[in-house]
């Protein structure tokens, strides 16, 4: 009598490595979008807006994982137009705002920002800053207060940059990103 030979036996070498290597690269597939949504993401800058800090072309590592945001942070943020911004910050709930528009200087909290990364403009007001002229008495003695929950965000190149002056403060809960590091 001969042994029946049993069924379902040993996979062969080669499939076994294939199914190996197809899980491992699922798993890759895994971790790296959890990375990418909740870790870290990269983006290529367009536009001058951040010039001289950032260049046009460049990509940024953006760290997800802040707990708050403060003055001088480079957030990435959900635009109107559905896309990204990057942006620093200038102010941030309960600050007052003051922009200079014969000199284009940055009034915080009725002191002078000293500012050596920004390319500063003189008459760089936009549609938020007119309206605030037009609207009510917006002056040094009276500035705009930036509402909790809220930053007022400023391109370092002011003359062509599209940025809080424009649009009016943003949410923090469009930041989704701190410009951590330049990439090569």
């Known amino acids: 009598m001969q042994k029946e030979k049993p069924r379902g036996g040993r996979m062969r070498p080669a499939a076994m490595i294939a199914v190996i290597a197809l899980c491992a690269l699922i798993a890759a597939v895994i971790i790296t979008a959890l990375i990418n949504k909740y870790m870290f993401s990269m983006i290529k800058v367009t536009g001058a807006g951040m010039e001289p ?7 940024w590592l953006i760290d997800k994982r802040f707990d708050d945001i403060s003055r001088g942070d ?4 959900s635009s109107d137009d559905g896309g990204a911004s990057i942006s620093r910050v200038a102010a941030v709930g309960g600050d007052s705002v003051y922009i200079d528009m014969q000199s284009g ?3 915080i909290n009725g002191g002078l920002v000293d500012e050596p990364y920004a390319k500063i403009s003189a008459g760089t007001g936009g549609k938020f800053i007119t309206e605030l002229q037009s609207g009510r008495n917006y002056s040094k003695e009276s500035p705009y ?3 909790d929950g809220y930053i007022f965000v400023l391109g370092d190149n002011r003359g062509n940059s599209r940025d809080s002056r424009e649009f009016g403060p943003i949410p923090e809960s469009a930041v989704f990103g701190i410009a951590a590091r330049k990439l090569k």
């Open 74 to 77: 480079i957030v990435v943020f």
């Open 53 to 59: 800090a950032i260049y046009s072309g460049e990509r």
């Open 145 to 147: 207060v930036v509402e």
């Open 105 to 107: 200087r940055l009034y």
